[in-house]
């Protein structure tokens, strides 16, 4: 009994200790493998003229030579032509790229 409780104390007081940078990061690593089914909405406006569904994460593209981040992101989900939500027959998983500074978005955890 006393083994966890050690367990959860040392892994509480290492985390407080880290940045908060650090913090997400960690935070990412466990949304990257339990898996997030998010939803991409990008606006014109006030009118959503995109929705991606079941995306796992969205990523920031990354230089080859320099590995600085670049101003746009990317993933992969599917494509809800029809805007009602849902994954209808015939929509497929698809890539996709959005700018990070021109482009309305919304990106949210689908409620169940």
């Known amino acids: 009994m006393r083994k966890p409780i050690l367990v959860l104390a040392t892994a509480a007081l ?3 200790g880290c940045t908060q940078e650090t913090q997400n990061k960690l935070g990412r690593a466990v949304q990257n493998w339990t898996g997030t089914d998010g939803v991409l909405e990008v606006y014109a406006g006030e009118k959503v003229v995109k929705r ?3 995306i796992d994460k969205i ?3 990354m230089g080859t030579s320099d590995s600085s981040p670049r101003p746009y ?3 992969y989900g599917v494509l809800d032509a029809n805007l009602n939500g849902v994954k ?4 497929k998983k698809v890539y996709f790229e959005f700018s990070d500074y021109s482009t309305p978005y919304v990106f949210y955890e689908q409620p169940k």
């Open 73 to 75: 992101r990317f993933g």
């Open 59 to 61: 990523s920031t593209a």
């Open 88 to 91: 209808d027959a015939g929509e």
């Open 14 to 16: 290492l985390l407080s």
């Open 52 to 54: 991606f569904l079941k």
